[in-house]
């Protein structure tokens, strides 16, 4: 549903309608004034024109309080921008050294989940990737990616970010730097993550609903020759719901979820 425009962006938005309205006001003021009280040729009289004044003074006095108001909320909303990419910088490079202390291990876990996925032929559900997570090798990994949750949380709970389109540029900022091995590691253990009942009872944000908002895994590749490739497509359509149809590499569109299909992965 689109979020109703409050009055104070139309302000912003609209800035030459909103002058040439206060503009029109004004004039529209002055002539219902002067025809009000004088309602003949122009005064003389020093007194008419002292009250005439004082009702064009405080007709402009009303308007520089609203644009001083106006200025004060762009200016309050422009620090609370920096403050927001401030942190969320210090966390991107806090995270980029995380990854930098593991690539070594995403590049050697690839492989092996690249074979799990391609072993289940046709049983790709959350089971066979809770079965096969081997939890002493992803530990070294476990600090990486609990980071990369808050990472995305920290964008999805801001306040700042009032839109899907603001806090894309930053979920973007994330993907362009994620190779490919690492995305599918990544999938990979969060398909395989036990904790998705627990997390959502406790947070009420679900790590694969962060991820599906941020289209995190649009550009994933999997090899259309795999014997499973549609089996992972309609497991990555069910699962992102909201990255359905921007898969870039999912193409086969024999794949579409039907009508009523279970989604294994919604928590009830």
Not at 33 to 40: I, K, M
Not at 157 to 173: A, R, W
Not at 183 to 207: N, Q, S, W
């Amino acid at each position: 549903m689109k979020r109703r425009m409050s009055f104070l962006e139309y302000l912003k938005r609209n800035p030459i309608m909103v002058s040439f309205c206060l503009s029109t006001g004004i004039v529209v003021s002055c002539l219902v004034f002067y025809s009000r009280y004088f309602n003949g040729p122009i005064s003389t009289d020093i007194d008419d024109w002292a009250g005439f004044a004082t009702f064009c003074g405080f007709s402009l006095s009303l308007i520089s309080i609203i644009f001083i108001f106006m200025t004060y909320r762009s200016q309050q909303e422009l620090s609370s921008i920096l403050q927001f990419e401030s942190s969320f910088f210090q966390w991107l490079e806090m995270h980029n050294s995380i990854y930098n202390e593991c690539k070594v291990d995403i590049e050697k876990y690839y492989d092996e989940v690249v074979s799990i996925f391609i072993s289940n032929s046709n049983d790709l559900v959350p089971v066979e990737f809770e079965k096969n997570l081997d939890n002493g090798k992803s530990r070294h990994l476990m600090r990486y990616y609990r980071h990369l949750y808050q990472l995305y949380k920290y964008i999805y709970l801001s306040e700042v970010l009032t839109s899907i389109k603001k806090k894309k540029k930053y979920y973007d900022i994330i993907q362009a730097q994620m190779g490919d091995k690492e995305l599918f590691v990544v999938l990979y253990l969060l398909l395989g993550d036990k904790r998705k009942t627990e997390e959502k009872a406790l947070k009420g944000i679900l790590y694969y609903e962060l991820l599906d908002e941020a289209h995190l895994f649009k550009n994933i590749y999997y090899p259309k020759e795999s014997s499973n490739f549609k089996e992972f497509e309609r497991l990555m359509r069910n699962v992102f719901v909201e990255t359905r149809d921007s898969f870039y590499y999912l193409t086969d569109k024999t794949c579409d979820i039907s009508q009523g299909e279970e989604n294994p992965y919604l928590i009830k």
